[in-house]
């Protein structure tokens, strides 16, 4: 697509250089605007090109300064509203709040389903995510939801490795489908790390179900925060006999001490998207590997832009 003043793509500065990628798939650039903070904290955005009557994407992931980058990705949809886009689409690379969909507990809010309602509130008439933690919250939008998946990104990269005798391991029981389909499309065994989660950032591991012994282990997840889980899995694993482990994750929040566990861990590549910008140098976690969803994004965006069918990306090959 190229760019004109019916298709525009923005993005906010939580992950520009996935946007511009995106952008550069798409064989167009991304739109001029201005985007600062004043000195007391508050946000102003404005557009330097026409939207009128557009079809508006903004890239943004809610990741690090989580409320800041909300903030942003808001006033921008505000702006292109009252400036008479023609429909404005949320991309949004990592959701955050994701985690908090539910009440498990006396008196707390169900944030995801806020961010969902502010999202709407602010003019938006389409969202493209990928991964959501919970697929349910889909459901809290009354616009159109497309949720991408990570696992043809995964799938075609694990292949060209040629990992013999695999077994992939959900690291919860909420992971379970996500690497049931891991493991159907990498003709590999299942194993499930049962544990239980007895405060937030803060999870004790039971016990493997499945036999791991003498294989190759690829542990799946969506999102790794803090690396609390993922470093109990690979403990468990070793412990019952598995051999060299790897890890695979949509998101890599990495808060904390994660680069500390993944370093001292016995685990030979984390891969990881880059739906949240890498937070730390090469050099200081070398077993991190970055795998891109720019390509994935682009063709969900053409797809939309177009009026064409979504669904053709999540088949994998």
């Known amino acids: 697509m190229t760019h004109d003043n019916k298709f525009l793509i923005f993005s906010g500065t939580s992950n520009e250089k ?30 330097h ?3 009128r009557g557009a079809d508006v994407f ?151 179900i499945g036999d791991v012994d003498g294989k190759n282990a690829i542990i799946v997840d969506d999102i790794i925060d803090t690396a609390g889980t993922l470093s109990a899995t690979i403990t468990a694993l070793k412990e019952r006999g598995a051999r060299k482990i790897y890890a695979a994750c949509t998101h890599g929040i990495f808060s904390g001490k994660a680069v500390e566990r993944i370093n001292a861990a016995p685990l030979e590549k984390i891969f990881v998207t880059d739906t949240i910008p890498r937070r730390c140098p090469k050099s200081e976690c070398p077993k991190i590997e970055l795998l891109s969803v720019s390509g994935l994004f682009a063709n969900a965006i053409e797809s939309i832009h177009r009026e064409t069918s979504v669904s053709k990306l999540f088949l994998i090959k």
Do not use: W
């Open 58 to 208: 903004i890239v943004q992931s809610l990741c690090a300064d989580s409320n800041f980058h909300i903030m942003q990705l808001l006033l921008m949809a505000d702006a292109f509203k009252r400036a008479s886009a023609r429909r404005i689409t949320a991309v949004i690379t990592y959701y955050a709040y994701a985690r908090q969909d539910r009440k498990d507990r006396p008196r707390v809010a169900i944030s995801a389903r806020l961010l969902a309602d502010l999202l709407e509130t602010a003019g938006f008439s389409r969202v493209l995510t990928i991964d959501l933690h919970a697929a349910q919250i889909q459901g809290f939008f009354n616009i159109p939801v497309d949720n991408l998946m990570a696992l043809p990104v995964f799938i075609s990269h694990f292949k060209k490795m040629n990992l013999r005798n695999l077994v992939i391991v959900a690291p919860d029981a909420g992971g379970v489908e996500r690497a049931r389909l891991f493991a159907r499309k990498l003709n590999a065994d299942l194993a499930i790390a049962d544990k239980k989660r007895t405060q937030p950032n803060v999870a004790e591991l039971m016990h493997i």
């Open 49 to 51: 090109e026409n939207v």
């Open 18 to 47: 996935l946007a511009g990628e995106i952008a550069r798939h798409l064989h167009s650039r991304l739109g001029k605007s201005v985007l600062d903070v004043f000195s007391d904290g508050e946000i102003r955005f404005q557009s």
